[in-house]
């Protein structure tokens, strides 16, 4: 009896049977592969669907902040050009009514719907108290070419009686005061409640849809773990499950790429776990980038991010306001520097509250900061100075323990600087005037 006859099946038949087993196994994994491209579709509409739904809600109070603009530039100098602006954004653009609409689409976003339907409804409530404003303004100018709908408005006869200047002063004070600000916030809070509904029901459903993709995953992962240890078995080729990938592991390293988790159980593993620390080795090294351009304590940007704002500035575009706060040096001195540095944390954070979100804010010494308006066009005096007023007011509170402070500013615009030295030097002398000149104010370089 043949060596072959007494290890039983022939090679052949065993070829032809394997053969026959790894072409099922490879139609599974065809099929898994299919399942889980589906369900990492999944996965990413969903991601998709609530990115859109919460650029939406933000996209409110954007149109919202944006009709707030237009309100206060127009009662401050009267061009129509600001009237136009705000009623093509509240009638013709519509990024409000927008928003909602996207959020009533959404089956499972009612609450987040409820929540940014009540910052609507302040942000119309707001329009008729800018309307009144903007009615005062019109009066005062003599304006008769000018939107219906502040036809309807009519003033009382007490503020009808005013004259142009004191219905103008009544006009800014009505979109520039405390209570003006205060509505605005309900709308933000109702705007940020509506934000965090969002991501709760982001969160669960990508949730779920992970764990299905898991299940799918772990099921490919079965069939080609059976097909390769069938391969390994019958054909032999373990040099082939190994060295290969072990081979294109190095040149991927080499090329500082992710490796491809292909090849044996254990290379797998290893090509996982690498990839794993290389991602989280790539994470850090872009946490580093934002610790290298921004300040630890305030998170504003720091000297570095201030260079590089600077480098890349459009001058003819932009403003700059350098201030830093007064008496500072006293306040460490009698309070301590932890209190010192709670205060820089609330200037800046005050400077997020009163400025733009594209606006930069830069801190470039102890209690030195720049902020710079890009992409502003001409901006008013009066808003600048409504700005800075805020700022102070803000400083000025104690009711969170800290000791009342205030800031000294200067402001230029791009336009009158011949260069970004020449940018930097202006704004200082502005800020140094305003030191001279009793501190708590703001001097606009002309």
Sequence with gaps: MSKRSKKGISHRRLHLWMTLVILIFSGTIIVSTFRLTHAFSRVTDAYDQYSELKNAALELMN????????????????????????????????????????LSASEDAKDARISLQKAMDGSVKLMQQEYYAMRLVIEAKGYTDYPEILKNVELNEEDAALSPEEKIRLANELVLNDAYYAQKDDIREN?????????????????GELN???????????????????????????????????????EQI????????????????????????????????????????????????????????????????????????????GIN?????????????????????????????????????????????????????????????????????LPATSISAGV??????????????????AMYESKTHGKHTFTFYE
């Excluded at 705007?191 to 949730?207: F, G």
């Design 63 to 102: 149109a919202s902040d944006y009709l707030t603009e237009q309100v206060q530039r127009f009662t401050i100098n009267g061009d129509t050009v600001f009237l136009d602006h705000y009623f093509e954004e509240a009638f013709k653009s519509k990024r409000r009514e927008d928003a909602i609409s996207k």
């Design 412 to 429: 230029v615009s791009g336009k009158n600087a011949k260069d970004t030295a020449d940018f930097f030097e202006k704004t200082d002398k």
């Design 191 to 207: 705007m940020q409640k509506s934000l965090e509904e969002i991501d709760k029901l982001a969160e669960s459903t990508e949730r």
């Design 333 to 401: 001195d009698t309070y301590g520097h932890e209190t010192g540095d709670k205060i820089l944390i609330k200037v800046v954070n005050t400077l997020k509250k009163v400025f733009r979100g594209d606006d930069c804010i830069c801190r470039i010494g102890g209690d030195e900061f720049v902020v710079f308006f890009e992409n502003s066009g001409d901006i008013e005096i009066r808003l600048i100075e409504s700005k800075i007023n805020q700022i102070n007011a803000e400083l000025g509170k104690t009711d969170d323990g």
């Design 254 to 329: 080499k090329a500082d790429e992710p490796i491809s988790e292909s090849g044996s159980r254990e290379l797998r593993y290893l090509a996982n776990a690498y990839n794993k620390m290389y991602q989280k080795n790539k994470s850090r090294l872009e946490k580093l980038n934002f610790k290298a351009s921004h300040d630890e304590l305030t998170g504003a940007y720091n000297r570095a991010g201030y260079d590089y704002i600077m480098s890349n500035i459009d001058l003819q575009n932009s403003y700059m306001l350098l201030f830093d706060l007064d008496n500072f040096k």
């Design 212 to 250: 299905r993709l898991n299940k799918e995953m772990t099921i490919a992962r079965g069939a080609i773990l059976a097909q390769a240890t069938l391969i390994f078995v019958i054909m032999g080729i373990t040099s082939l499950l190994a060295i290969n990938p072990v081979h294109r592991a190095i």
